[in-house]
């Protein structure tokens, strides 16, 4: 199967509530909370395309969109 690449990592900022599991999932260290405690991708360009932040979301805040 094809390396998926990133398109859009989307997070719902309305509906994220800085639990940090997104965080704690990403295996490359995508992801950081703001000064506002929302997730946000820091290191997009790291993204391997795994979806563990969209699977693990209690909230369903954040979608990945590959190219
Ligand atoms: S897992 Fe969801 S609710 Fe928790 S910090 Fe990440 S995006 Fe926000
Ligand atoms: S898809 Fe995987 S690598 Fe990309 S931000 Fe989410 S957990 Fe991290």
Redo the contacts with the bound molecule.
């Keep these: 199967m094809a390396k998926q690449k990133l398109k859009e990592l989307v ?1 719902n900022r309305d ?9 704690h999932f990403c295996p490359e260290n995508v ?1 950081e ?1 703001d000064d506002k405690d ?2 946000i991708p820091v290191r997009p360009e790291d993204c391997i395309c795994c979806r563990l ?1 969209e699977y ?4 369903l ?2 979608e990945i969109f590959t190219e």
């Design positions: 997070i509906w994220c509530k800085g639990c940090k599991i997104c965080i992801l909370l929302k997730a932040c693990r979301c209690p909230d805040a954040i």
